[in-house]
């Protein structure tokens, strides 16, 4: 079959939106019929994602691919890239401004949430250019 | 069991408009030869089209008053939204007193019922502290009750085991009733008087008790308008009232939290707000909140659509009332196993009105149909085909509810074809046709 394909654009600097591609794709997800964890796990990767875009890279876009035995997430955005990955995947490090530190952001919880939450991750960056993360999570048949 | 709804569509009213078609929370209103349709598999009873429908078409009509002829003893029921209709009420024993002026034999009040809950809810707390499963979501609105059956099954955990106040009321009244008369069940009939059209459904068909507990449920401002008169020409008032502040505060968003008096505890109101807030939970980011009280309406019951007064002042009234009660004043308490009755004795089950199919592959495939189609329409969401969205109309289409066709972009394309380029505008409303020079003089 075919895959389905959804794209949300994802609109940097705002805080309060964010979240709205997630909402979106979940309601899709929930006619599909797939399992309520499955999609829960993969609600919490987008809006994880879509809350970095904002923060970091001032907005993206997010790619969602579905089919019958899995979800693909794929963000992708023009920011300042990832210097050191490895220090980035670490628990509580976040390089977060004060504005998202105020709102409650920037704990350093974004990518290990999302590792944490999906089946597979990688993250492809380069300094200055962008990064696009992309995440699996298998649909159990 | 097949949905009654109480909110019904009256044709010769109804101009197919379409503004009601896109206050709909859950999509569930169609125009299909220009009248409103409603898929009662998607309705929650929430009443937005009852105040958008510009043309009054769209009501929610409660049982007529005329049912009490059909008992021999009838118990009212009022939600305490009632006591905030009446300007320079001071005191709720005068409504009641009312009741039993119009046809009503006794009155037993909700508010009284709320104040058990609220007391069972307590215990709980105290008896088992945190539940397993946070936040509890109250179960007191019925709207939000049907939405998150629907629309977020993962969360049907989370809501709180107690049936409706108005229907806990109703057990307990009856049972009262039968012992203070020695009628038969039959002949004592039991009413609640509610503030919205999702009560109005809920004493037809109950989500949480298997057998239905009340006759019917009277709308506010059917019941305001018979009181008026006998409310102002009493000639003396009997004391009747027995519920305390806690009770009455139920009538507004934020009142059922006050009485659980926990600190993580979240009042909200209005649909769209409360569909947010669930979108959040379900994705577990308010992992501080314990219970989460969520009112479709606007402020709370106060603002439901059968009340004759708008939400804040009848808010404000509310505080009046309150002012000077004690929390409960009523000595009748639910111990030990009699507790039990608070709860639902079946389980909310979940309603797959959004499902595009039972078969996740079938549902798959309608969903890329409906991707494919979406992306030639013109994603104005004019409503001209008589959905919400170009979105919904698409799955309308997929899932056999309209035809292509019903799409005027779809047909002005046919048109050209016709007339030769340039030719259909002329034949377009201004909205839709491809030029259209605006003239400053």
Not at chain 2, 115 to 140: D, K, N
Not at chain 2, 232 to 253: F, K, N, Y
Not at chain 2, 272 to 286: A, F, Q, T, W, Y
Request: net charge negative; hydrophobic share 40%; proline share 5%.
């Amino acid at each position: 079959m075919e895959t389905i394909k959804l794209v949300y654009p994802v609109e940097g600097g705002d805080m309060i939106e964010a979240g709205e591609a997630s909402s979106k794709m979940k309601l899709t997800l929930k006619k599909l019929g797939l399992p309520q964890d499955v999609i829960r796990r993969a609600s919490i990767c987008m809006y994880e994602g879509e809350i970095n875009m904002v923060i970091h890279a001032d907005g993206g876009e997010a790619e969602v691919e579905v089919d019958m035995d899995r979800i693909v997430l794929r963000m992708t955005d023009t920011g300042p890239g990832i210097p050191d990955v490895e220090q980035a995947m670490q628990e509580g490090y976040s390089t977060a401004g004060p504005t998202a530190r105020e709102l409650g952001f920037g704990a350093g919880m974004g990518l290990p949430n999302m590792k944490r939450y999906s089946d597979e991750m990688t993250i492809e960056t380069e300094v200055g250019k962008g990064t696009v993360v992309t995440v699996v999570i298998k649909i159990p048949q | 069991m097949s949905m009654r709804h109480s909110v019904v569509l009256d044709d010769r009213r109804c101009r197919g408009c379409t503004s009601c078609i896109k206050c709909c929370p859950t999509e569930a209103i169609r125009v299909r030869g220009r009248k409103a349709t409603i898929l009662p598999d998607r309705c929650i009873d929430c009443g937005n089209c009852i105040r958008v429908c510009p043309h009054k078409a769209i009501k929610s009509v409660g049982d007529a008053l005329e049912r009490l002829k059909e008992f021999s003893y009838c118990v009212a029921l009022p939600e305490p939204a009632l006591y905030t209709q009446f300007q320079h009420l001071d005191d709720v024993d005068i409504v009641l007193n009312g009741l039993l002026k119009i046809g009503f034999h006794k009155v037993w009040e909700v508010a009284r019922a709320a104040e058990l809950i609220s007391a069972f809810e307590h215990e709980c707390v105290l008896r088992r502290g945190r539940p397993a499963v946070t936040p509890q979501i109250s179960s007191s609105c019925p709207t939000v009750m049907r939405l998150i059956r629907m629309r977020f099954p993962k969360l049907i955990d989370h809501v709180a085991c107690t049936i409706l106040p108005m229907e806990l009321a109703a057990i307990l009244a009856r049972r009262e009733a039968e012992a203070e008369t020695g009628l038969a069940p039959e002949q004592i009939g039991v009413f609640a008087i509610v503030p919205c059209s999702s009560k109005v459904t809920a004493a037809r068909v109950s989500q949480g008790l298997r057998e239905p507990v009340l006759d019917g449920a009277f709308a506010v401002r059917d019941v305001y308008l018979r009181l008026l008169t006998p409310m102002r020409e009493l000639e003396r008032v009997e004391p009747h009232s027995t519920a305390g502040a806690l009770g009455l505060s139920w009538a507004a968003c934020g009142g059922e939290s006050a009485a659980r008096a926990s600190e993580g505890c979240v009042a909200v109101d209005g649909i769209e707000n409360v569909i947010r807030m669930l979108e959040e939970i379900e994705d577990g980011r308010l992992p501080e909140a314990d219970f989460l009280e969520l009112s479709a309406c606007t402020q709370g019951c106060v603002g439901g659509c059968f009340n004759v007064e708008n939400p804040y002042a009848a808010k404000m009234r509310l505080r009046g009332l309150m002012k000077g009660l004690p929390e409960t004043r009523s000595s009748f308490t639910l111990q030990g196993p009699a507790q039990e009755i608070v709860r639902r004795d079946k389980q909310l089950q979940y309603l797959p009105a959004f499902l595009l199919d039972e078969d996740r592959e079938a549902a798959m495939a309608k969903q890329l149909r409906i991707q494919a189609l979406e992306s030639h329409l013109p994603g104005l969401h004019c409503g001209s085909c008589g959905a919400p969205s170009c979105h919904a109309f698409a799955e309308d289409v997929v899932l056999g509810r309209a035809s292509e066709d019903d799409c005027i972009f779809k047909v002005r394309a046919r048109m050209r074809d016709m007339a030769g380029e340039g030719g259909a505008d002329e034949y377009l409303p201004a909205p839709f046709r491809r030029q259209q020079p605006l003239h400053h003089d």
